[in-house]
């Protein structure tokens, strides 16, 4: 029986007792369990142990070395070289790597893509400009499908258009293979303070112009006539070289932290004032800061006293809307308790006659400032404050003036000449400590010394204007505009809810890790016309592939047709909303590109450029059918109008000489933007954009 047992077990069975001493002492483990699992997991009775240890001590210790130093032999195959062997390993390395690599969502991915020259993308798409050609029926499928992304291309094109200091503007571009679509994958990113400095000179700089330009003729729209196909960009405009755009001549010693980058695309790129090339973060000095609040001085408020906006103020707004009254000079609202039951209760135990006697009539402001007080249903108001403290500030006009002076508004002190305050041979101030006083009580942002960079379109150059009260003498419409645009920031400011954490998506960077996307850079023009052109070739396709031969899209994206209709026909030409609502868009776009293209021809001046694009978005209403096909956009193409009112008589303040139906204002930069569904374009949503002052 022993004979049996393996040598391996015998071997490791005394170093197993060794480790397990205490299993004699444990007699009730014995009872219990008589059986114990043995190196190997072969059973013993317990009783067997010892003769197990005695047979493993007979064994001559000669006989068990041998079998363990015994080893043996690897012996490898004559058909397995080391070259075979080194292949497998290959092979087997490339299996795993294919088998547990990183999965992507696209079929072909490159590392690293370099930008392609400009060359490469212009022949694309001056071969596709006859999508008719047997050649390209191919790409039909593609231009067709890439409509729904035209409106996505639109926006970003509008947002970063060339300001007015700006003669050209070069962009990053993504564009398709096949010419189908051309985005601008960049986005303006700008630093506060300086953007709004950069317009308040554009605002001096077109009034002077106003001022002393006798004879301003506006520009023609639309700027191309029908029939003319979008300009050949490498033909007509690269070599031309543009007009002077319009920059303010600076001064060599007040603006001279400022005046070497002022009017770059991105200033302070490659300093130590901003992150880097990214671009997201600013920290200013303060001469820098000083000089900038004083450039852009012609925009900002001069209020610095918050009382000025006792009940003018968001929770005046609120309350006044929650009782349905409206504040002299305020905006009016729908009733939020639209019960009448109530409204047409004459008397309750609140103002019963024999409780209370009211001596005076209860004004609206009483009511506004103290809501639980004077209203019988105090309903969702807000308590605001009544009182905040006196700023004992003056701004002061003359920069010569020193940072601590008598302001003739204070009472004259007697006695300042003959008492002297101790450390008077200390010097009080600095040449930095008025600039420093000043961009303290400055509104946002130059009261900050550093801060995160916005986009172009998301600054406000005008909303604080209509914060204000209307000033005193201005027509009815003026009036009016004021009350409209503060009500819709109310109702945004009560509609606004705190975003929610979303993961980031970027379109582009998923376009451009395919093998269908090129990357490129051109000028902004170029860009432009290229969209005209591919929205033209869009359009013109789905006509086409509804055998419309009787309807014609010329190149202002007008659809007329070409003789007189029958029922039949009439039927089968409708299309949805969407497509004339892109055809809109698109119009728009083109309205906008032409005008920069009569630009770089030198056919207009700056000036007339920057007011005939605040002319186009003043008017979106009469030079588009855009309300037709979506009548929300009405709401955006008034506030356009209301915009342009409120800018119109602050730029004409002032005596200047008559020009009829002519002002030139810094418009057309400051978009709003609204992103809304276009249902029926390939089955996909889309977006559009209207944009204003």
């Known amino acids: 029986m022993y004979k049996m047992v393996n040598w391996c077990i015998l071997n490791e069975l005394p170093k197993y007792w060794m480790l397990k001493p205490s299993y004699k002492q444990d007699t009730k483990s014995i009872m219990a369990f008589p059986y114990l699992i043995g190196p190997g997991g072969q059973p013993f009775i317990i009783q067997q142990v010892p003769l197990i240890q005695q047979q493993v001590s007979v064994i001559p210790q000669q006989q068990v070395l041998p079998q363990q130093t015994q080893s043996v032999p690897s012996k490898v195959p004559d058909y397995m070289s080391e070259e075979k062997l080194q292949e497998k390993v290959r092979k087997w390395q490339q299996l795993q790597s294919k088998r547990y690599s990183e999965k992507r969502k696209f079929g072909f991915v490159d590392a690293q893509k370099d930008d392609m020259p400009p060359e490469h993308v212009r022949k694309i798409v001056r071969d596709h400009g006859d999508m008719t050609n047997r050649k390209f029926r191919h790409d039909k499928r593609v231009y067709l499908g890439a409509l729904k992304y035209m409106p996505h291309a639109v926006l970003k094109l509008m947002e970063n258009m060339p300001m007015p200091w700006e003669q050209i503007r070069d962009v990053k571009v993504l564009y398709h293979l096949t010419g189908a679509i051309t985005f601008v994958n960049e986005i303006p990113w700008v630093i506060e303070p300086v953007y709004i400095a950069q317009w308040g000179t554009m605002w001096i700089m077109m009034r002077r112009e106003k001022r002393d330009r006798r004879h301003f003729k506006r520009m023609r729209f639309p700027p ?33 932290p400022v005046m070497e980058w002022f009017y770059d695309h991105k200033p ?206 201005m027509p009815v419409k003026v009036r009016v505009s004021y009350q409209k645009l503060l009500k819709y920031f109310v109702l945004n400011a009560l509609k606004h809810r705190p975003p929610k954490a979303q993961k980031k998506r970027y379109l582009f960077k998923s376009f451009k890790a395919t093998k269908f996307f090129q990357s490129t850079q051109l000028d902004w023009v170029e860009v432009g016309l290229q969209v005209c052109r591919q929205g033209y070739n869009m359009l013109n396709l789905l006509i086409h592939r509804k055998n419309l031969n009787y309807l014609h899209l010329d190149y202002n994206f007008n659809l007329k047709p070409v003789k007189t209709l029958t029922t039949k026909e009439r039927k089968k030409s409708r299309f949805g909303n969407a497509f004339h609502l892109c055809r809109e868009i698109l119009r728009l776009t083109k309205l906008i590109v032409d005008s920069h293209v009569q630009y770089r021809l030198g056919n207009v001046d700056a000036f007339q450029l920057a007011d005939g694009i605040q002319y186009v978005f003043a008017h979106v209403g009469q030079l588009t059918g855009m309300y037709r096909y979506k009548y929300k956009l009405m709401r955006q193409i008034r506030m356009c109008k209301d915009l342009k009112h409120v800018i119109y008589y602050r730029f004409n303040t002032v005596s200047l000489f008559p020009t009829p139906n002519r002002v030139l204002v810094c418009g057309g930069r400051n978009f709003i933007k609204t992103k809304k569904s276009i249902k029926g374009v390939q089955g996909n949503n889309g977006e559009y954009i209207i944009m204003c002052l």
């Open 224 to 256: 191309f006539d029908d029939e003319e196909p979008p300009l050949d960009y490498a033909d007509n405009v690269l070599d031309v070289e543009p007009l002077e755009a319009i920059q303010m001549e600076l001064d060599l010693e007040e603006d001279k």
């Open 268 to 473: 302070l790129t490659d300093s130590k004032y901003v992150n880097g090339s990214t671009y997201r973060k600013w920290n200013l000095s303060l001469p820098i800061m000083s000089v900038l609040y004083r450039l852009g001085n012609q925009l900002l408020t001069d209020l610095v006293d918050e009382n000025y906006f006792y009940l003018f103020d968001l929770k005046s707004f609120f309350t006044a809307k929650a009782l349905n009254m409206a504040i002299p000079g305020g905006p009016k609202f729908e009733p939020l308790v639209k019960d009448k039951e109530l409204q047409d209760e004459d008397w309750n135990e609140f103002n019963d006659i024999n409780k209370i006697i009211i001596r005076q009539p209860i004004r609206t402001e009483y009511r506004i400032a103290f809501p639980y007080l004077y209203n019988s249903l105090p309903y969702k108001v807000h308590l605001s404050w009544y009182h905040t403290p006196n700023v004992v500030y003056i701004k002061t006009e003359d920069p010569d003036l020193p940072a601590f002076y008598f302001d003739p508004l204070i009472n004259p002190i007697s006695h300042r000449h003959v008492t002297k305050p101790f450390l008077q041979d200390t010097p009080l101030y600095s040449d930095n400590t008025a600039n420093g006083i000043a961009l303290m009580f400055a509104p946002r942002p130059f009261n900050l010394r550093s801060g995160r960079c916005r986009r172009a379109i998301d600054v406000p150059l005008v909303k604080t204007w209509y914060r204000e009260h209307c000033p005193a003498g």
